[in-house]
């Protein structure tokens, strides 16, 4: 079994930055892919960003591109969101998820990290 947990998420001001993490546990972890995810309150989940784990290839959300970068440290079992430039409106619980090999849904889900931008 596949567990993720997100960290790094917190209170900063608009024009900074964090930087997400997202540890999965496990023997061995070999996903398809990595992706972020973000809920905003009243808002539906939408999707940020991906990482193709094998080979490292990024996809991001048209909105997120310029500001968001994310990467993955295959030794680690660890995925990142660099977030720069952070808008109010980024506000929201921010989860990672994995897609195995073979499937279009995603089977594990981390339990979410809180980012809060204020103005």
């Known amino acids: 079994q596949v567990q993720l947990v997100e960290s790094g998420g917190g209170l900063v001001q608009a024009g900074g930055s964090l930087r997400l993490s997202c540890a999965a546990s496990?023997?061995?972890?070999?996903?398809?892919?990595m992706d972020w995810f973000r809920q905003a309150p009243g808002k539906e989940r939408e999707f940020v960003a991906g990482?193709?784990?094998?080979?490292?290839?990024?996809y991001y959300a048209d909105s997120m591109k310029g500001r968001f970068t994310i990467s993955r440290d295959n030794a680690k079992n660890t995925m990142y969101l660099q977030m720069n430039s952070l808008k109010p409106e980024d506000t929201a619980v921010y989860y990672c998820?994995?897609?195995?090999?073979?499937?279009?849904?995603?089977?594990?889900w981390g339990q979410g990290t809180q980012v809060t931008v204020s103005s």
């Open positions: 998820a994995a897609r195995a090999v073979g499937r279009s849904d995603f089977h594990y």
């Open positions: 496990g023997r061995t972890f070999s996903p398809a892919t």
């Open positions: 990482v193709i784990w094998s080979g490292g290839r990024t």
